[in-house]
């Protein structure tokens, strides 16, 4: 599917390890994927879930963060 | 002129179409049954026909043929255009008036096409 | 009074006749229709403490002004009668085509009364209503119900026009999970309302209508209709993905978010949900989506199994439906430990056959895996190993559970029965003896609230909070913290409520901008009747106080207003925390204007008109 294109091509199963920079936010993530940052429209940090657009440059990422990024969806 | 293209692949069977063609033609009401263009589901392959009334017929006729699609065989009748006194389908199922597809008017302006939310409709010049 | 028919369908099948009632328009208009209109019925004729199983219990099907109007999402009806599962009123909801037939047939509803002396149906075409033996189809499937009924009809095109509500062996057998399935694969799944029907020995509804709904202005009528699709298709959920992926596109999301139920909520991450998640059925199991009746978002999955597993059973026509949806997948899945998707597929088709709740009988298996692995249920008793992660046995339990087999006996009366049989309550997730769904309230809050307090029990679409909390859909709000949701669940079920009785599916609400005003401009379009948002607002809240009045009356009291002890006091959930449901629950009552032991005051009451 179209969202799967941002993937690394390291990734397994739709994860893949990440390197930012010391003091990367979410916004330098996206980046480094190549994801524009419209796109997403859900973020869930450590379990977490939080809006994307408040989130993508006052969020500092930690070593060992675990992010996943969502595009639309929902509905049970 | 125009016609009806219809794409089945698309299609989910939600009968929007039915409501939009029955409340196009009549005075304030909705009733799928009035419908000039009706979906079935076929249950085994999990998919869906729309059939768009044609033509009438008076009598029912005598050439009958099976229709195969996709390597599935079908009764011509079930998939035949036609009002015909051997189905319910395209007559009023109040005053037996047959019905046929008039494209919504002159220019035509199918309903149909613009409600359907999937684009298993669409117009095709020919 | 257009949209609405007007009239009811009264059957005494204990008479074997009907009458056709007339509906007064002061009666209906505080209740909408569909779920208010329903439970009004059951409250004002039944009495709440009634054997749910007797003949004086009533089984009400009634659809909501929308309903079939072609209006977005306009396949509803309600199931409403006393629930055999949790003792509290029970309003299951269903789509499909069912609920729009029974009105272009005239009837905005039926109400049964008494119980039959042998197996029946109730056949309707129009004004021609008939009492008819179902003794030939006793004991069959819901499939085979249905196929049974149209090919009893002559004319084969005729019979391709008829729709069909019935209930499966589950039903038949008073299973307290059964189920109500209309459209083969459409289930009116919750509160045991199948059971009910089957109590009345009513083993199906076969109607066929060919008349019209009246619309006063059909300009302005499809003027509304076209925004509403446009709200729909422009919001995230409702526009791109529940047509894409189906509900199931959830599973990932709530993994994440450390809130899936696994191994029956004992953690709350499955570590290879991906396996059985919306994306994964999309490039696999999935054949093509179906919409129910009118609806743009088609969130059905038509799709196809290869026989999964020897488990020695199923005919070929098992391996073909509709479904898993998110809870089902979930709850079948992860809470039972199992990545199979195949196994769980089938296991829903089971389901749907056999007229069982996927959730109930879903979460009902996972106890019964927790009391095997605990050593409180023994292998003797239960017929085979049925730890967590065995696939064969989710689908062997299942059979038994439908058939009432062995310990599917015990297991057919749901959870809570069964693990208080075997001695230990406090391993069955649910509330009010209503098994939960597949959100865990350690780590969103409100959910906890909402399973808590809703009518009928654990129940996720009577206040559908993880739009906000989860999914962000209106605003986003953070699932950890309890201030400020007592309010926000209270308004997700009044508004529930008023969506319930309109005859619109409840995934409108999914829709980011649409609101109490699309609704009332649907309403509005659709009947003359002028309605004010106020008014639609105060409808939702009258519905909620009516059925807490009908569970109070019932017996139940605050104490039932609680969750397992796990989710109160085992850490789980991303920060590890409990629900902390003492912080919200007093809050909720004051908003609601009840008393500290959550009884409506006189006063809520009669401002609601409820006195
Ligand atoms: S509106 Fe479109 S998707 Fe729905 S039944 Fe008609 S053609 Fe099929
Ligand atoms: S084009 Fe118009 S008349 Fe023809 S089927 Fe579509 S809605 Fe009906």
């Known amino acids: 599917m179209k969202f799967k294109q941002y993937l690394p091509a390291s990734s397994s199963d739709g994860k893949a390890m990440v390197s930012l920079k010391d003091g990367g936010t979410l916004g330098d993530l996206l980046d480094t994927l190549g994801i524009p940052p419209d796109v997403p429209k859900l973020v869930i940090i450590n379990g977490i879930s939080r809006g994307v657009s408040n989130t993508v440059n006052a969020e500092t990422l930690t070593d060992g963060d675990v992010v996943a990024i969502f595009p639309p969806s929902g509905g049970g | 002129m125009i016609r009806l293209k219809i794409d089945h692949g698309k299609c989910t069977g939600c009968q929007e179409c039915e409501t939009a063609c029955s409340m196009k033609h009549y005075t304030n009401e909705v009733n799928p049954k009035k419908s000039r263009i009706r979906v079935f589901e076929d249950e085994e392959e999990q998919r869906f026909f729309l059939i768009i009334a044609g033509p009438t017929t008076t009598a029912e006729c005598t050439s009958k043929f099976d229709v195969v699609i996709a390597g599935q065989q079908y009764d011509g009748c079930t998939l035949c255009r036609s009002s015909c006194p051997a189905r319910p389908w395209f007559t009023e199922p109040d005053t037996g008036v047959a019905l046929k597809c008039d494209f919504c008017g002159d220019p035509p302006d199918p309903h149909c096409v613009k409600v359907c939310e999937k684009g298993a409709l669409s117009i095709m010049e020919i | ?611």
Not at chain 3, 9 to 23: A, C, T, W
Not at chain 3, 475 to 504: C, N, R, W, Y
């Open chain 3, 1 to 611: 009074m257009e949209a609405w028919m007007g009239k009811i369908l009264r059957v005494n099948l204990s008479y074997g006749d009907y009458h056709i009632e007339e509906i007064d328009p002061d009666y209906l208009r505080p209740y909408l229709g569909g779920r208010g209109l329903g439970s009004k019925i059951l409250y004002d004729e039944v009495d709440p403490q009634v054997d749910p199983f007797s003949p004086e219990n009533k089984l009400i099907f009634m659809t909501g002004p929308l309903t079939g109007t072609g209006a977005p999402c306009s396949s509803r009806y309600m199931v409403i009668t006393k629930s055999p599962l949790s003792g509290t009123i029970a309003c299951s909801n269903s789509g499909g085509f069912f609920g729009p037939e029974l009105k272009f047939a005239g009837y905005d509803g039926i109400i049964f009364e008494g119980v039959a002396d042998e197996p029946v149906y109730l056949w309707i075409n129009d004004d021609e209503v008939e009492i008819r033996s179902a003794a030939e189809f006793w004991g069959k499937t819901t499939h085979e119900t249905e196929d049974f009924i149209r090919a009893k009809i002559e004319n084969k095109y005729l019979a391709k026009e008829i729709r069909v509500a019935s209930i499966g062996p589950a039903g038949e057998k008073l299973s307290r999970i059964a189920c109500v399935i209309n459209d083969k694969n459409r289930a009116a799944g919750r509160s045991g309302v199948g059971a009910v029907m089957g109590s009345k020995k009513l083993k199906a509804i076969a109607v066929r209508g060919t008349g019209k709904i009246m619309l006063p202005d059909k300009e302005a009528f499809h003027k509304a209709v076209l925004h509403a699709r446009d709200v729909i298709r422009a919001g995230p959920v409702t526009g791109e993905a529940l047509p894409a992926y189906g509900t199931a596109v959830l599973v990932n999301i709530i993994n994440e978010a450390k809130i899936l139920p696994t191994n029956n909520w004992q953690v709350t991450y499955f570590e290879t949900a991906n396996k059985i998640a919306g994306e994964t059925i999309a490039e696999t199991i999935l054949k093509r989506p179906k919409g129910c009746f009118a609806c743009p978002i088609a969130c059905g999955r038509l799709t196809e199994i290869s026989d999964p597993q020897n488990t020695g059973m199923g005919s070929p026509k098992y391996f073909k439906g509709e479904g898993p949806e998110y809870e089902t997948v979930e709850l079948m899945g992860a809470s039972c430990g199992i990545d199979n998707l195949a196994a769980i597929t089938k296991a829903n088709y089971l389901c749907n056959e056999m007229g069982m709740d996927t959730i109930s009988a879903a979460a009902t298996v996972a106890t019964a895996m927790e009391l095997y692995e605990k050593g409180y249920l023994p292998e003797k008793d239960l017929g085979l190993k049925a730890n967590f992660g065995n696939a064969d046995a989710l689908i062997i339990l299942t059979e038994k559970m439908g058939k009432r087999e062995g310990i599917g006996d015990i297991m057919a009366e749901g959870g809570y029965r069964l693990a208080e049989q075997y001695g230990h309550p406090e391993l069955f997730m649910g509330v009010k003896k209503l098994e939960a769904p597949a959100y865990d309230p350690r780590g969103v809050q409100s959910m906890g609230l909402q399973y808590a307090t809703s009518n009928r029990g654990a129940c996720h679409v009577r206040g559908y909070a993880i739009a906000n909390e989860i999914l962000g859909v209106h605003v986003k709000t953070d699932p950890l913290i309890t201030e400020g949701k007592a309010e926000m669940v209270k308004t997700f079920q009044d508004i529930t409520a008023v969506i319930d009785s309109s005859g619109l599916c409840l995934f409108v609400a999914l829709a980011t901008n649409f609101l109490y005003e699309e609704i009332q401009s649907l309403i509005n379009a659709a009947s003359g009747a002028g309605y004010t948002v106020d008014e639609l607002v105060s409808i939702g809240e009258r519905i909620s106080n009516l059925e807490r009045l009908f569970n109070l009356k019932a017996g139940l009291t605050k104490a039932d207003d609680t969750l397992p002890k796990r989710l109160l006091e085992e850490p789980g959930g991303p920060k590890g925390d409990v629900c902390r449901l003492n912080e919200m629950l007093p809050e909720y009552y004051q908003l609601r204007g009840w008393d500290e032991n959550g009884v409506p005051t006189t006063d809520k009451l009669s401002g609601l008109g409820l006195q």
